[in-house]
């Protein structure tokens, strides 16, 4: 009889922990996992893949006016946002279908129920049922940010988001990073008039100067409001069912709906890791090892609950990274240097690499080089968005440091490129590319 129930047990069902566990079973491993949810994790059930759902349906707000300009006979359209919130929740049950398959195909045995740590090779489910395992894999994300002051659980998180009955009409949306930014423009184009409070006095602290500056005017040009410097005092609910916002400035925010978008917390608490040991950060991350294992040997962590780095494509990566080493004779590490990141926004930003005031910190001399133009389809549609790129590369060497960029398919361009920057390419190398004309990404060869 085999000493364990299973090789690997994964503790939750999102892309890092389904990734290592359908790789570690293609690798012959006995595995299971537990997931008390659904399976897919944040991204696909209630982050970016209905998200950029979203992001697509309020992008034809534009799209119809647009349209007038160029020749089409638009009538007034009304947005029906029950059709679109029902049509994305079906392709997300569809995608969760498509993860349970997979799983099924490669013989991973599914527990739909939470489950814990007793000792470092035994998990306990729900139902009171142990399993051993030789190695478990915590893969249990991350949650969002809830504030704690007066009248706070009248708001919701992001979670709640793509379960509204009805466009808000007025909504304030406390935070200034990647999420705030982009459901900020997915309902101001929805028709919500909105409004941004941040206790500080920039968004999207880690992109780069001019790209938040950029967003922050075309953002105010679309009617979105910002509140910096701002803390919350509290939040009362009038008879009609409008909140009533108190904030540190003085004033009081009618609105219909308070969304907290205040960042992630890994979700660490309540698997019994502290009896165990398992070293933990202040932020409840787990930490971990270049191979993704903690302090007891038997038990390794992937993805948000790590908070390395949290993006989806990382997390994948680890987890197979995990499952290729442990189980696969083919041991590998991620690489987190040059990860490409996008912000989903109305227009979108993406970027790799330094911005520019870390590659001045980092390397001394840096030449920086720019090209701030307005779309060709904008210019035809007489809209006055202007799209910005921006490129840093070593003062002595030319070696691209970082890419920026804000405008139309700004991450869908920087995909491609972030491969050169990833390469170590330099200016030279980029200006030595013929120019294909005339798209937006022929900027890229072009700036000077």
Not at 382 to 393: F, G, P, W
């Amino acid at each position: 009889m085999p000493e364990f129930d299973f090789d690997l047990f994964v503790i939750g069902g999102g892309s890092g922990g389904v990734r290592a566990a359908r790789i570690a079973a293609s690798h012959g491993a006995r595995v299971a996992i537990a997931e008390d949810y659904r399976l897919g994790g944040t991204c696909v059930i209630r982050g970016c893949v209905p998200k950029k759902l979203l992001v697509y349906g309020a992008s034809f707000a534009e799209d119809l006016k647009d349209a007038k300009r160029f020749g089409w006979d638009v009538p007034d359209c009304r947005f029906d946002w029950p059709h679109l919130r029902d049509e994305v929740q079906a392709e997300v049950a569809r995608l969760e279908d498509l993860y349970r398959d997979t799983l099924a195909t490669r013989g991973v045995r599914i527990f739909q129920q939470r489950a814990g740590l007793l000792d470092p090779h035994t998990v306990e489910l729900a139902d009171g049922s142990r399993h051993g395992a030789k190695i478990i894999l915590v893969a249990t994300g991350a949650r969002p940010v809830l504030p704690t002051f007066p009248g706070a659980d009248l708001g919701v998180s992001s979670n709640e988001v793509f379960h509204f009955k009805a466009v808000p009409k007025r909504m304030v949306i406390a935070g200034g990073g990647y999420i705030a930014n982009e459901f900020a423009g997915i309902f101001n184009s929805f028709g919500s008039k909105v409004t941004m409070v941040l206790r500080g006095g920039e968004i999207l602290r880690r992109y780069d100067a001019a790209v938040r500056d950029r967003l922050m005017e075309i953002s105010r040009s679309k009617g979105i409001d910002f509140r910096f410097d701002t803390k919350f005092e509290g939040v009362d609910q009038e008879p009609d069912g409008t909140l009533a916002i108190r904030t540190t400035d003085g004033r009081t925010l009618k609105a219909d709906c308070l969304l907290f978008a205040l960042g992630r917390r890994p979700n660490s608490a309540g698997l019994g890791l502290e009896k165990l040991g398992v070293a933990l950060a202040k932020s409840g991350a787990i930490v971990v090892d270049a191979d993704s294992r903690t302090n007891v040997p038997s038990i390794f962590a992937v993805g948000d609950v790590t908070d390395r780095v949290q993006l989806t494509p990382v997390a994948i990566r680890e987890g197979h990274a995990f499952a290729d080493t442990q189980f696969g004779n083919l041991p590998h590490r991620v690489d987190y240097d040059c990860i490409p990141s996008a912000v989903y926004s109305h227009p979108p930003i993406a970027a790799v690499g330094l911005t520019e005031a870390e590659a001045r910190e980092k390397h001394g001399m840096v030449n920086v080089y720019t090209a701030d133009f307005r779309p060709m389809k904008n210019v035809l549609a007489q809209r006055d968005e202007r799209a910005l790129y921006k490129m840093v590369t070593d003062g002595v060497t030319g070696q691209v440091l970082g890419l920026h960029m804000i405008g139309p398919d700004a991450p869908e361009i920087l995909q491609a490129a972030a491969v050169a920057v990833k390469a170590k390419l330099t200016k030279a190398q980029f200006d030595e590319t013929v120019a294909l004309h005339p798209t937006m990404s022929e900027e890229l060869v072009l700036m000077r």
